[in-house]
């Protein structure tokens, strides 16, 4: 069994203030970075390779590897560049946040060193318009971290120099898309891009660029400081370290927990969130943001990590649950979020922007009491015509996911709704739009 | 015409990116903080500053959300339409700040005081349902307690 530490949020304040550098100093900070500046960039890549880091933004893509992918040496291209993706607008997900709002240095300190394992020039942080505090807290830990030396021309009198911006994205869930995002950032639409080229060789303005999570980047410090096998040992798996998973909806104590990564659901659920509120029943969970297949009873004692949720039909994503109970309609839950993922589309590619849409309305019709037997089909249909690799990006195949196993799992309520002709779960005269 | 203190702001984006497009997105919200949106005449101007045609600009306006490209009022009340918020009792709220401001999602109540916007999930989601009136996160929200946070806004 795994060790109880939890190095990413161990140091969080309970009324949400944020470490200064000092305090972030004294509880340890900025040794990783102090550690990986006497090792070679290749051997800090090796050393995250080791570890079994796997990037938290939902994907799960070896963070060493990604970084190993990047052109290196004298011969590579100037600048490059390091971006911290710190959108996080999926619905349901909210991990990232306490990070930025707590403990910003964990984040540049993470960030500083993934920039010299690629030799990178400059370092954005790409925030999200609503998280206000955190932007405060990172604006100040930044001049804190150049001040002191961090961050400038010359760090710590390593011969290497990173400048970071913080830049505050104007809101659109598609900026969390890694090349869209780089799209942003060049001040245009955030349409996705076409890969290849991948953005570790052709990135933000041509040149080589690795994005990686907020959560992802956190762990660096820590890896560097305590060596890869500590971090494994971490784990309850095969997937090194520990991860932030959440649960919103009505259980009796919704909030976000630092557990042993493969850390099972139903743990999570009862220990953590405290079970559902009094008179309700858990009926599934979307386990990991907006964008995965509903879990159920049956699949509570997976554990949460990557490959074991594959195994059940299901991801890992943002490892943030969303609980449905047994008083909440599964159709309106659905219709919900399509019409997120229709209003986020980008329009770029036909399927996504139709289809989107069209979904969203026969949800719609269902809920009001207007569906049909073939809507049904229709449906199915879209699940297969939205599948990856019919789309330019993954926001739409996102949007199946929880659709395609909501249509499984919820036959019986779609029947119902088509049956009645009426949402069984608005009785008491309550609104629909 | 951009102010002098529009106009310094924005240049100062300047070091931060290597192309003046690049900084398009932080300029339009350097107007907006100072008139609370972005006219097509300050669009225009903008766009003259950052050597970019005023029709891409509006393209890159209207597609993020928090660009706003029609007046709003002194108060923008952003309330949260995702998921978590909506299975926590989002309907009841939207209908009771539409009952006690007298105006639909998308519109400002004529006194200018209030703009009530739909927004996509803000990232709070263990404390649903949630809002934002101009910088300000409520959390926890009930029907309640709609009233009293209203009159924090004058």
Redesign the interface.
Known sequence: MPTLEKPLTQHLRTDGTPLDLDAYEQAGGYQGLRKALQMSPAEVTETVKRAGLRGRGGAGFPTGVKWSLVPMGAGAPHPKYLVANADEMEPGAFKDRRLLEGNPHQLIEGMIIAAYAIEADVAYIFLRWAYRQAQEALSRAIAEATERGYLGREILGSGHGLKMILHVSAGRYICGEETALLNALEGKRANPRAKPPYPQTVGLWGKPTVVNNVETLCNIPHILKNGADWFKGLSRTKDGGTKLYGASGKVKRPGLWELPMGTPAREILEEHAGGMRDGLRFRAAIPGGASTEFITDAQLDVPMDFDALRTVGSRLGTGTMIILDDQTCPVGLLWNLEQFFAQESCGWCTPCWSGLSWVEQVLGAMERGEGEEKDLEILREQTKFMAPGNTFCALAPGAMEPLASGLNYFCDDFKRHIDEKRCPWRMNGDTLR | MLSPEEKKEIEAEFT????K??????A??VVQKHRGWVSDEALRDVAALLDMAPDELD??AT?????YRRPVGRHVILLC????C???GY??I??ALMERLGIRLGQTTADHRFTFLP??????????PVM?VN?D?HLDLKTEKIEKILEEYS
């Not at chain 2, 931060?16 to 192309?19: G, I, K, L, Q, S």
């Not at chain 2, 339409?81 to 978590?84: A, G, I, K, L, T």
């Not at chain 2, 927004?119 to 649903?128: I, K």
Request: proline share 2%; charged share 25%.
């Open positions: 931060h990116y290597p192309t497009q690049a900084v398009c997105i932080d339009m919200k393209g890159i597609f993020y959300n928090r660009i339409d995702s998921v978590s909506w299975i926590m309907e009841r939207r209908g927004n996509v999930c803000l990232g709070a989601c263990d404390r649903a934002m910088e996160l």
